[in-house]
């Protein structure tokens, strides 16, 4: 089994910025992909950010050019920082991890954008 825990969500203004932080621990294998997906109260899960093993990316258009996704030094520690966050960035933010057809979720981290 893998486990995650996120932390560093919270309340910040418009334009402020916010990093968030996964922690992989269990049966993590070499090769996975890891990403944040965020949540808004009566709209579906979104994908906002990926990276895989390897350091490929993939972001969302809405996430292009504000937020940035990367790994730590141990590669079971993904980041996701962003910037310039609007009120429409709130949402409840979650990590997902992927690998060999196995899908596990963080509980999630609430970011709200509010002035």
């Known amino acids: 089994q893998v486990q995650l825990v996120e932390s560093g969500g919270g309340l910040v203004q418009p334009g402020g910025s916010l990093r968030l932080s996964c922690a992989a621990s269990?049966?993590?294998?070499?090769?996975?992909?890891m990403g944040w997906y965020r949540q808004a109260p009566g709209s579906e899960r979104e994908l906002v950010a990926a990276?895989?093993?390897?350091?490929?990316?993939t972001y969302a258009d809405f996430a292009k050019g504000r937020f940035t996704i990367s790994r730590g030094n141990a590669k079971n520690t993904v980041y996701l920082q962003m910037n310039s966050l609007k009120p429409e960035d709130t949402a409840r933010y979650y990590c997902?991890?992927?690998?060999?057809?196995?899908?596990?979720w963080g509980q999630g981290t609430q970011v709200t954008i509010s002035s």
């Open positions: 997902k991890y992927h690998a060999w057809g196995m899908d596990r």
């Open positions: 269990g049966s993590i294998v070499s090769y996975n992909t």
């Open positions: 990276i895989t093993s390897g350091g490929s990316t």
